[in-house]
């Protein structure tokens, strides 16, 4: 499998799967790789239309992004947050003066009309992004948290409430009633590779696939299918995985993320300090890759890029295989 020929798809969300955007965008040629972003976490905040997988995204992909956070614009102020917070505005979402600009384009363009979509590839096009940042969705379908205080939006939840409720229950609203993109759909049916970033299941991967048409895209699709877990010595670098599978009793470890995304991919990368889990998985029919998962930086990310490529074959190889037994 040729990388100068491949067409490939990944699905992301987070910090996680900006930085497998970053790796893998810098392996391939310009526009061979389309990127569905996670829109569960979008919010209004000030009237303002705030996508922050979307902009997380589109801040790396560019080189934009406060690589300290690995979210925000590097170098930016807060003026116009502290500027609402005196006048007694809620400050509890941190919006930079850069940030508050793509909000504002992004939510004058809407009020006329206009799809996300459209709009975000707009933006990439002008930030000098060769790589197609594409919403999964151009239909609204927040992520809410059920807490012990009822339901509330993610970024409630996330943010403001820092994720300390324990959470009961999680909801894609709108999602079984919503679908992908005409633009998603084409680069899922038309992908060579189709890569699930090492990002929150629950949060950034499973809002998509709650969209029925991108389940069945993935069903469907003939292209090598594989997912790169976000543990590390079976725990999250960062966030809230851990304890959301705790709360909801859900399986742990990459057992559980190979759970999740059951049916749907043909083989899961771990970190090699996960390499003992690679026996199970393969028993449950999955092809194994244990690597340094971990993508601090660009050039780690590449790594990581470079190391999938070079495995790609032999899972397509062995689908084939499989595919000629069931002949």
Not at 72 to 90: C, I, N, R
Not at 101 to 130: C, F, K, P
Request: aromatic letters at 6%; proline letters at 5%; charged letters at 15%.
């Amino acid at each position: 499998m040729n990388e100068s020929s491949m067409r490939v798809v990944l699905l992301a969300g987070g910090v996680g799967g900006a930085r497998m955007a970053l790796g893998l965008a810098a392996s391939l040629p310009p526009g061979a790789l389309t990127v569905v972003a996670n829109i569960g976490d979008d919010e209004r905040f000030y009237g303002l239309q705030v996508c922050p997988d979307l902009d997380t995204l589109l801040y790396t992909l560019s080189g934009r992004v406060n690589r300290k956070n690995g979210w925000g614009v590097e170098g930016d102020t807060t003026k116009a947050l502290q500027t609402l917070s005196s006048l007694g505005a809620p400050d509890w979402m941190t919006l930079g003066d850069a940030d508050f600009g793509l909000h504002i384009y992004r939510s004058w363009r809407l009020a006329q009309g206009e799809r996300l979509t459209t709009i975000m590839a707009d933006v990439a096009q002008n930030l000098g992004v060769d790589t197609h940042l594409l919403p999964a969705c151009d239909t609204p379908v927040p992520t809410e948290i059920e807490t012990a205080a009822g339901w509330q939006s993610f970024q409630q939840w996330f943010v403001a409430q820092r994720t300390q409720p324990k959470v009961l229950g999680i909801c894609y609203r709108g999602a079984t009633f919503a679908d992908v993109t005409p633009e998603v759909l084409a680069a899922l049916q038309q992908a060579d590779v189709i890569v699930i970033a090492p990002s929150n299941p629950l949060l950034s991967i499973e809002p998509m696939l709650a969209l029925p048409s991108m389940r069945s895209a993935l069903l469907a699709s003939t292209a090598v299918r594989v997912a790169v877990s976000p543990l590390i010595g079976g725990h999250a670098v960062k966030g809230p995985l851990a304890g959301m599978l705790t709360d909801l009793n859900l399986t742990p470890g990459n057992l559980g993320i190979a759970e999740r995304y059951a049916g749907l991919i043909d083989g899961l990368v771990i970190d090699a300090s996960d390499s003992d889990d690679a026996v199970i998985l393969r028993k449950q029919g999955l092809m194994v890759l244990a690597t340094n998962t971990l993508i601090a930086e660009k050039a780690a990310a590449q790594e990581l890029a470079s190391a999938l490529f070079g495995w790609l074959p032999l899972v397509r190889n062995s689908l084939q295989r499989a595919e000629r037994r069931t002949q």
